[in-house]
């Protein structure tokens, strides 16, 4: 059972425009939701992150928006460069009493953004 | 600071055969966890440590074994390869290990395996 899912699978944006990334969770307890991001032949890092409680997050050319009703989020990235293809993950987390958070990951999306 | 460091980076393995891929950390995080990136499946978690001599099973942990001897070391042990097992693997830590509620801090993850079994 797939508890976050994640479109699209690729993504082509010319230098400049606007990449989004959509992802989609069923399970009501997460509380966290962060974004990776990986390039080639390395591991992912952390990009941003928002908690339920806000519905904007913004870091630069980056930002998340946060829809809890409809429990989805999603990753814009403005001004798109060369330099942002990759590939990009969503997760969430939840809390759960005695047990340690983990990581629920999207299925990722690959990003190229042509010069 | 290293961060996470994995070894080896590549991996040629025959169906049956046995090897441990390693993975240390020099942060001092107490989690630590090993995931495996297939296409189009994202990252799924195999098992992971709250803190030494403390493992636990995560989503896809078959064929797998670990164990926690140190804060910093965290090998995960193929026990006899198959083909299934074709992947890249990472290795991940973060601070915090036994807690409840609260959002996670950063999970930094290691250069990854790619390991194939043939």
């Known amino acids: 059972q797939q508890q976050v899912k994640q479109s699209p699978q690729s993504l082509i944006v010319q230098k400049g425009g606007i990449s989004i990334i959509n992802c989609a969770y069923e399970?009501?307890?997460?509380?966290?939701f962060p974004w990776y991001q990986q390039f080639p032949g390395k591991g992912p890092a952390l990009l941003i992150a928002?908690?339920?409680?806000?519905s904007e997050k913004k870091e630069g050319r980056f930002t998340i928006s946060f829809n809890k009703s409809a429990k989805q989020f999603s990753l814009h990235i403005m001004d798109s460069q060369p330099g942002d293809s990759a590939t990009y993950f969503c997760?969430?987390?939840?809390?759960?009493?005695?047990?340690?958070?983990?990581?629920?990951f999207g299925s990722g999306t690959q990003l190229t953004v042509l010069p | 600071n290293a961060g996470v460091t994995q070894t080896p980076k590549f991996q040629v393995l025959k169906t049956g055969q046995s090897m441990t891929l390693q993975c240390a950390q020099d942060?001092?995080?107490?989690?630590m966890s090993w995931y495996r990136q297939d296409p189009g499946m994202g990252l799924r978690l195999i098992h992971y440590?709250?803190?030494?001599?403390?493992?636990d099973q995560g989503e896809v942990p078959n064929g797998y074994n670990v164990s926690r001897s140190t804060t910093e070391d965290f090998p995960l042990r193929l026990l006899s390869a198959a083909p299934s097992q074709t992947s890249v693997y990472f290795c991940?830590?973060?601070?915090?290990?036994?807690?409840?509620?609260?959002?996670?801090?950063?999970?930094?993850f290691g250069q990854g395996t790619r390991l194939t079994v043939v």
């Open positions: 997760a969430a987390s939840k809390g759960s009493s005695g047990s340690a958070r983990q990581l629920t």
């Open positions: 942060m001092n995080h107490e989690y």
């Open positions: 440590s709250v803190g030494a001599g403390i493992t």
């Open positions: 991940a830590s973060r601070r915090g290990g036994f807690r409840t509620g609260g959002p996670n801090t950063e999970a930094f």
């Open positions: 399970n009501t307890a997460f509380d966290y």
């Open positions: 928002i908690r339920p409680d806000v």
